[in-house]
């Protein structure tokens, strides 16, 4: 009979609990939920415990959200029956890192089997604080190997505080030859500009497109930060012929592996991948990886065998081979096999499936499963999932049916049961995760239960865990979380333990000032054996204390723990310390060097206190684009147990060759003190060539080809960049560019006027739209010239004082109500005499030829400027408007012939109107009334 079961609050967990035939478990060494800012170092611990009765040696693997970077190199190591260990790790959190939660997964699994395996998961909530702004105004879209380019940004500070901002440039294909300024003083909304000068290698033989981040943060609080991107071309100055055929993108590597130590040996290894689309309309997607032999048993670096192809569409995906299969978190969460995997989509509907064997087990295990969801929307889904497992320590049929919904938005409720038949009657198991934020605070709840002879991934389980927090005052954040492990609650003798686990903490973090914070915590734990001859039971309650010290290229974190351990097997009291401190420093930006040590004083497992101490550093370089070097040193002593000291030597290599292959190596030396000082050494080397996979032609193309010339001489101009719809090329000594391989269709051709240098310009009008027909290769030329410039005045001229008006004035009756204007006939003009009084300005001023124009407006002088003309016959008009009452433009429209080079001027002359006067007729006097030229209102028609 099925059981109800009836949850409040519940949510998301990340793998506290082992699996029922993992035979190994991790769980947290501390909180489940960690505060952090960008910027900062965090660090935690993993316990992890080897369940089974033999020793093995197990690989650990961190993941993190993209961006982030591990300080502690992950190795592998060994674990005897039923020993447990704890694994430190510390990341650090990128500057530009959003606000949020973001989920941190620690996994160890077995070398040799892989399906000896466990994870977990932390959440990682990043705070928000000040805001910096960076833009981008200036860049060039182009740019030819060998030269340098410059970038104009803007930085902006946005906060409410004044603060120091350092400017940083980041490009892997390009040298940072300078940022000007690099450091700046800005007060609460001022913004300063920065120029950044990047150097490109003259050697570059292919077209890429570089990407190169900028970025500003504060000087106290590398946190506080802001970055921006542009997407440059580096042109090669050599054209090469275009590949006709498409092809799959793929990798093929060569390695060598050797060790020497009681017993020396190597082997060779060879691997072919490849993850590329097999259509140009990039809509199927083939991945496919090739590795062998399976040279594990050679040394730590040695690989297994693995044989895998996948296809993905839109659609759907098949996979088969070997890879970690997946239903969901009761059934099956990860397991590694070799089989075959299956799903189709259609509108919202998603069904699937696999079946797999599982390999390098003694027992192997055979499953059979299927799933069908359906997504109401992005908030809401529901899936069924069936489960047949046989082999192994666990067999039988699992349905499972689990859903997810977002009923807030940061506010998630997923929920799973389980129910198999198995161990003679029906087992059980549930699964409930809440998880959410509203407002400063944020929480998380999880329970997971499994029957004792539950076939799934959980088996005799009983978990519950609450984690909440609260940010208050900007700076200051409390958190508490509690957990409750129960497993092997049926004490199956069979099995190493019957563990009973329970933790809780209490405590708050506070920053001071903008760089430093500072946090308290309460902790208690309880671990016990309930089996009949437990092999531990200990309690331990200390007080946790945390200090940060973070600036641009510095950053400190120290962390001790001070408490009791209290063993109830032996009856014994004694004190606990544990202290850990890291540091990481980058004096350039390709060189960064960290440090930790750990310091570890505890009585678990014995009557009194056991010691041990681990430290190390490492040091990592960038010599070039494509040269780097690491190097790591790890040292363990236990005063206690001598048998655990030893020390860990490790150098990475690589060089890049050839503009794409890469050449690694990676050396491992591993001391073993207590052995009469004996030396374990394995060394890997490894060839990496990238290649294309042909799959078919490209569709057919056609081509346009031509030559760059300079119009005055006929000489070829090289180094020009001819762009043709984002593709560009570069004219070699001959002048030539080619685009050998275009798909039919209409271009615009064009060039980049910076390449062309200062007042030059072509002669044909660009860009030129030319349409690419299908096996055929056009030509088309193109000719530079120096540019053109043509400057002028709008005068205004009135009439000199010792002008004869007679004749210039019309008089009539006041009462004719029509008058008229006539404009001065040409040979009145030559016996008239003018004289400037003034420029105008505002008229506006058109320079024209075919459908290019230059428009101008004239100063309060009435001068005009136009630069960057094409050589030839143009047409200059200028509209009358913004001219004075009774006053006409003497050449409204004329032509203008400009030379290669020639600065030209012209003189507009407005010259006054006949004008008609009126006589008033009073007591016999005469009055003449002489309009005097004033400024007229624009017309409305004017251009603007």
């Known amino acids: 009979m099925i059981r109800r079961y009836l949850y409040i609050a519940l949510v998301f967990s990340a793998a506290v609990l082992s699996a029922q035939d993992r035979g190994v478990k991790v769980h947290p060494g501390q909180e489940e939920v960690i505060a952090a800012l960008p910027g900062q170092i965090i660090t935690s611990s993993f316990i992890v415990t080897n369940n089974t009765r033999e020793p093995i040696e197990l690989t650990p693997v961190l993941n993190l959200p993209g961006g982030w970077q591990s300080l502690l190199e992950e190795s592998p190591f060994e674990l005897a029956p039923g020993a447990v260990e704890t694994r430190l790790i510390s990341c650090f959190i990128p500057g530009k890192t959003t606000t949020g939660t973001y989920p941190l997964t620690y996994r160890v699994e077995g070398r040799e089997l892989p399906s000896i395996s466990d994870e977990i998961s932390l959440q990682v909530r990043i705070e928000a604080l000040r805001k910096l702004t960076i833009?981008?105004?200036?860049?060039?879209?182009?740019?030819?190997?060998?030269?340098?380019?410059?970038?104009?940004?803007?930085?902006?500070?946005?906060?409410?505080?004044?603060?120091?901002?350092?400017?940083?440039?980041?490009?892997?294909?390009?040298?940072?030859?300078?940022?000007?300024?690099?450091?700046?003083?800005?007060?609460?909304?001022?913004?300063?500009?920065?120029?950044?000068?990047?150097?490109?290698?003259?050697?570059?033989?292919?077209?890429?497109?570089?990407?190169?981040?900028?970025?500003?943060?504060?000087?106290?609080?590398?946190?506080?930060?802001?970055s921006t991107g542009h997407l440059f071309d580096i042109i090669p100055r050599v054209t090469r012929k275009e590949d006709g055929y498409h092809r799959l993108p793929a990798e093929l590597s060569l390695r060598g592996v050797t060790y020497s130590g009681e017993k020396s040996r190597g082997a060779l290894q060879g691997e072919i991948s490849a993850d590329g689309f097999l259509d140009q309309g990039e809509r199927h997607k083939l991945l496919f990886n090739l590795r062998g032999p399976d040279i594990y048993g050679v040394s730590i670096y040695a690989?297994?065998?693995?044989?895998?192809?996948?296809?993905?569409?839109?659609?759907?995906?098949?996979?088969?081979?070997?890879?970690?299969?997946?239903?969901?978190?009761?059934?099956?969460?990860?397991?590694?096999?070799?089989?075959?995997?299956?799903?189709?989509?259609?509108?919202?509907?998603?069904?699937?499936?696999?079946?797999?064997?599982?390999?390098?087990?003694?027992?192997?295990?055979?499953?059979?499963?299927?799933?069908?969801?359906?997504?109401?929307?992005?908030?809401?889904?529901?899936?069924?999932?069936?489960?047949?497992?046989?082999?192994?320590?666990?067999?039988?049929?699992?349905?499972?049916?689990?859903?997810?919904?977002e009923f807030l938005r940061n506010n998630r409720l997923h929920g799973e049961f389980a129910s198999?038949?198995?161990?003679?009657?029906?087992?059980?198991?549930?699964?409930?995760?809440?998880?959410?934020?509203?407002?400063?605070?944020?929480?998380?709840?999880?329970?997971?239960?499994?029957?004792?002879?539950?076939?799934?991934?959980?088996?005799?389980?009983?978990?519950?865990?609450?984690n909440a927090g609260v940010t208050l005052l900007k700076n200051l954040r409390i958190a508490g979380n509690m957990r409750r492990d129960r497993q092997n609650y049926a004490m199956d003798t069979t099995r190493f333990s019957a563990p009973l686990s329970y933790y809780s903490?209490?405590?708050?973090?506070?920053?001071?000032?903008?760089?430093?914070?500072?946090?308290?915590?309460?902790?208690?734990?309880?671990?016990e054996d309930r089996m009949p001859q437990p092999r531990f039971y200990y309690k331990e309650t200390y007080t946790r204390v945390t200090a940060g010290l973070y600036y641009t290229k510095f950053s400190l974190q120290l962390r001790g723990e001070f408490g009791t351990t209290r063993n109830f097997l032996t009856g014994s009291r004694?004190?606990?310390?544990?202290?850990?401190?890291?540091?990481?420093?980058?004096?350039?930006?390709?060189?960064?060097?960290?440090?930790?040590?750990?310091?570890?004083?505890?009585?678990?497992?014995?009557?009194?206190?056991?010691?041990?101490?681990i430290a190390g550093t490492s040091l990592a370089m960038k010599f070039t684009t494509g040269t780097s070097l690491m190097f790591t040193y790890r040292n363990n002593f236990s005063p206690e147990n001598y048998f655990m000291d030893r020390n860990l030597f490790e150098l990475k290599v690589r060089q890049q060759l050839f503009g794409t292959h890469a050449f690694s190596l990676k050396a491992?030396?591993?001391?073993l003190?207590?052995?009469?000082?004996?030396?374990?050494?394995?060394?890997?080397?490894?060839?990496?060539?990238?290649?294309?996979?042909?799959?078919?032609?490209?569709?057919?193309?056609?081509?346009?080809?031509?030559?760059?010339?300079?119009?005055?001489?006929?000489?070829?101009?090289?180094?020009?960049?001819?762009?043709?719809?984002?593709?560009?090329?570069?004219?070699?000594?001959?002048?030539?560019?080619?685009?050998?391989?275009?798909?039919?269709?209409?271009?615009?051709?064009?060039?980049?006027?910076?390449?062309?240098?200062?007042?030059?310009?072509?002669?044909?009008?660009?860009?030129?739209?030319?349409?690419?027909?299908?096996?055929?290769?056009?030509?088309?030329?193109?000719?530079?010239?120096?540019?053109?410039?043509?400057?002028?005045?709008?005068?205004?001229?009135?009439?000199?004082?010792?002008?004869?008006?007679n004749g210039i004035y019309d008089v009539e009756n006041m009462n004719n109500n029509t008058p008229s204007e006539k404009p001065v006939e040409e040979e009145e003009k030559e016996e008239l005499k003018f004289e400037p009084v003034r420029g105008l300005p505002g008229v506006v001023v058109d320079l024209e030829r075919g459908e290019e124009r230059h428009r101008r407006i004239s100063d309060r002088a009435g001068y005009f400027y136009i630069d960057d003309i094409r050589p030839g016959t143009w047409t200059l008009r200028i509209y009358p408007y913004n001219i004075p009452a009774y006053h006409q433009i003497e050449h409204q429209v004329c032509e203008i012939v400009l030379e290669p080079g020639e600065e030209h001027h012209t003189l507009v002359r407005v010259l006054p109107r006949r004008r008609k006067l009126q006589i008033i007729e009073d007591g016999g006097t005469i009055e003449v009334r002489q309009p005097l030229p004033s400024a007229s209102q624009p017309d409305k028609g004017a251009p603007r």
């Open 673 to 805: 003190r207590y052995q009469d000082n004996r030396k374990d050494v394995a060394v890997i080397a490894e060839y990496t060539v990238p290649m294309g996979i042909p799959l078919s032609r490209k569709q057919d193309r056609g081509g346009i080809s031509g030559y760059v010339l300079d119009g005055m001489t006929g000489r070829p101009v090289a180094d020009v960049v001819v762009m043709i719809n984002g593709v560009s090329a570069v004219t070699n000594r001959r002048g030539l560019y080619r685009f050998p391989a275009l798909k039919p269709g209409e271009y615009y051709l064009n060039v980049d006027r910076q390449q062309l240098g200062m007042y030059r310009i072509t002669a044909e009008v660009l860009p030129r739209q030319i349409a690419i027909e299908a096996e055929k290769q056009q030509r088309f030329d193109i000719h530079v010239m120096p540019t053109s410039r043509l400057s002028g005045s709008i005068l205004q001229y009135e009439f000199t004082e010792t002008t004869d008006l």
């Open 668 to 671: 491992r030396q591993t001391l």
């Open 135 to 226: 833009q981008l105004l200036a860049a060039e879209d182009v740019t030819i190997a060998g030269r340098q380019t410059e970038c104009l940004l803007q930085v902006g500070n946005e906060s409410n505080l004044a603060g120091r901002v350092v400017v940083s440039a980041d490009c892997r294909s390009a040298k940072v030859v300078s940022v000007d300024p690099e450091n700046i003083l800005l007060e609460p909304g001022e913004s300063r500009q920065v120029r950044v000068l990047l150097d490109t290698d003259a050697g570059q033989k292919y077209a890429v497109k570089v990407p190169v981040q900028f970025r500003a943060e504060m000087a106290a609080d590398p946190s506080v930060s802001a």
């Open 303 to 405: 690989q297994r065998e693995r044989l895998f192809a996948g296809y993905e569409q839109d659609n759907g995906h098949v996979y088969g081979g070997d890879r970690p299969y997946t239903l969901s978190f009761l059934t099956e969460r990860a397991r590694y096999g070799r089989g075959a995997e299956a799903a189709v989509s259609l509108k919202g509907w998603t069904l699937g499936g696999y079946a797999l064997t599982s390999l390098w087990r003694k027992d192997a295990v055979h499953q059979r499963a299927a799933y069908l969801s359906y997504a109401f929307s992005e908030r809401a889904r529901v899936q069924g999932n069936y489960l047949d497992k046989r082999g192994g320590d666990g067999e039988g049929s699992i349905v499972s049916v689990e859903g997810d919904l």
């Open 574 to 613: 004694n004190a606990s310390q544990t202290f850990t401190g890291s540091l990481n420093y980058r004096p350039a930006r390709d060189i960064r060097i960290s440090g930790f040590v750990n310091y570890f004083r505890d009585a678990r497992y014995a009557d009194g206190p056991e010691q041990r101490v």
């Open 505 to 527: 903490q209490f405590g708050c973090t506070y920053g001071i000032g903008d760089h430093l914070t500072f946090g308290v915590d309460q902790i208690q734990s309880l671990r």
């Open 420 to 466: 198999a038949d198995a161990g003679g009657g029906n087992q059980e198991a549930v699964n409930l995760e809440l998880q959410g934020e509203l407002g400063p605070a944020d929480y998380l709840f999880t329970l997971i239960t499994a029957g004792r002879e539950f076939p799934g991934y959980y088996r005799d389980t009983r978990f519950f865990s609450a």
